[in-house]
């Protein structure tokens, strides 16, 4: 024991010598003091900037996925002003070549970039195992850098594919695809929702007019992020011909409805036919449009149930939209007097009630209209103007038909109902009974 442990003394003074001797060199005095400093300012600099960062964010209250994305940025600022810091402090010294390495401001560019990637991400993506997967991702190619066999590694991956025509098919580039597509079109979704919130709230474009440029503005923005993104990994368009003659022939076949839909919701949103906000009956479906999709419309009714009806049955079905030219809306209500009464005061009555609902439009004065001799009453018309069909139609009736009975018992009108009166013309024999002794 007490030989290797002679023997190993040496050793250990040999390496904490040359580890003392590195430690002491200025070049990593020199980069420890530039990484601390950064850092320093960074957290001066991100306290001083949140709050009022944080005032503009709360301007944004319609995008909630936007809204989380900027909070979830200005939660990690400090490190957002690291990185800045620490790749300005990378580009200018390996510029100026002083100190003469910079493999320590490197290292802490990389893991803290990694550490902003993952704590970002971890927070946006919702989805707990494909944030794992990307954390695992992101600290691989750290180590990887950090260790310096990023380009073997790369080679690596570059060399395991297979070739379909004039394509090569790698690991890397299939690594690159999914990363790149998945930040751009992201990217896109997340930019043209935001884009798509603000136009929704311009008051000088109608409402179709709103939805028609969101939907465009959104689909046009995932398109372009897209071909961004493959024209930026080297892929050449032209190879996807056979691949689009495929999908052209598999829409013609088996995505005929979708197509339809699409295009049937393109179709209503430029001849304006309905909107959000109309009130409409499809069938026996009566409710208000909530919201235009690329491929079904949304119709809430009165009793809180939300319909999902495809758009083509807005192209090809009757339909009924009560506020399409004017919200102006007329009702019906037929009622029957008894024959005793006088069908001028009935109608005059019936119209001065009618003008006592408060949802009755003031603007349009009620009729009444004597249809008929029926058969036990004098049948009359009540027809009066809303201009809220979305606020239902059974209850607006039901409150006139309350005001013409409140009115009616008033003044001593009848409202009569069908009597019946049986005739026997057969005598009906009624049994005597056994008869008593002694009788």
């Not at 136009?199 to 709103?210: C, D, F, M, N, Y």
């Not at 080297?234 to 003659?245: N, P, Q, R």
């Not at 999709?293 to 009560?322: C, H, K, M, Q």
């Amino acid at each position: 024991m007490n030989e290797e442990t002679t023997m190993l003394h040496p050793r250990v003074t040999e390496v904490w010598q040359r580890l003392v001797e590195y430690l002491g060199q200025p070049w990593f005095v020199y980069q420890i003091l530039i990484v601390a400093a950064l850092i320093v300012v960074a957290l001066i600099v991100a306290r001083r900037l949140e709050p009022a960062l944080e005032q503009h964010a709360r301007a944004v209250k319609d995008n909630r996925a936007m809204l989380r994305i900027i909070a979830t940025l200005l939660r990690r600022l400090d490190w957002i002003l690291i990185v800045v810091l620490l790749s300005i402090a990378l580009v200018v010294v390996r510029s100026l070549t002083w100190p003469s390495r910079t493999y320590l401001i490197s290292i802490a560019l990389s893991l803290a970039f990694a550490w902003l990637a993952i704590s970002v991400l971890s927070r946006i993506i919702r989805n707990r195992a494909v944030a794992r997967m990307v954390a695992i991702v992101v600290w691989i190619y750290v180590a990887a850098f950090i260790l310096g066999i990023t380009d073997d590694a790369a080679a690596f991956l570059d060399s395991v594919g297979f070739s379909v025509g004039a394509v090569r098919i790698t690991a890397l580039l299939l690594i690159k695809a999914v990363v790149v597509l998945g930040v751009t079109l992201w990217l896109a979704v997340a930019i043209g929702s935001f884009l798509e919130n603000r136009i929704q709230r311009s008051e000088e474009l109608t409402p179709s007019l709103r939805v028609l440029i969101g939907k465009l503005l959104k689909i046009s923005l995932i398109v372009l992020a897209a071909v961004v993104a493959m024209s930026g990994l080297g892929i050449d368009l032209t190879a996807f011909t056979i691949f689009s003659g495929a999908v052209g022939v598999g829409i013609g076949f088996g995505l005929q409805k979708v197509v339809s839909n699409f295009i049937s919701g393109i179709i209503i949103l430029m001849d304006r036919s309905i909107k959000p906000g109309d009130t409409i009956s499809l069938g026996e479906t009566f409710g208000w449009i909530r919201e235009l999709r690329a491929r079904f419309v949304s119709v809430v009714t009165r009793d809180g149930r939300e319909y999902l009806i495809p758009n083509e049955d807005f192209i090809t079905r009757e339909v009924i939209n009560w506020s399409f030219s004017n919200e102006l809306v007329r009702l019906d209500v037929e009622f029957g007097v008894s024959y005793d009464s006088d069908p001028h005061q009935v109608s005059e009555l019936a119209i001065e009630a009618a003008r006592g609902v408060d949802r009755v439009d003031p603007s349009r004065d009620p009729v009444c209209w004597m249809t008929g001799f029926g058969d036990s009453s004098l049948d009359f018309i009540l027809r009066f103007w809303i201009r809220d069909p979305q606020n239902g139609l059974a209850n607006i009736r039901g409150k006139v038909l309350l005001a013409l009975w409140d009115a009616f018992k008033a003044n001593a009108i009848a409202i009569p109902f069908p009597h019946r009166e049986v005739i026997m013309k057969t005598p009906v024999q009624l049994d005597p009974g056994p008869a008593k002794s002694g009788t």
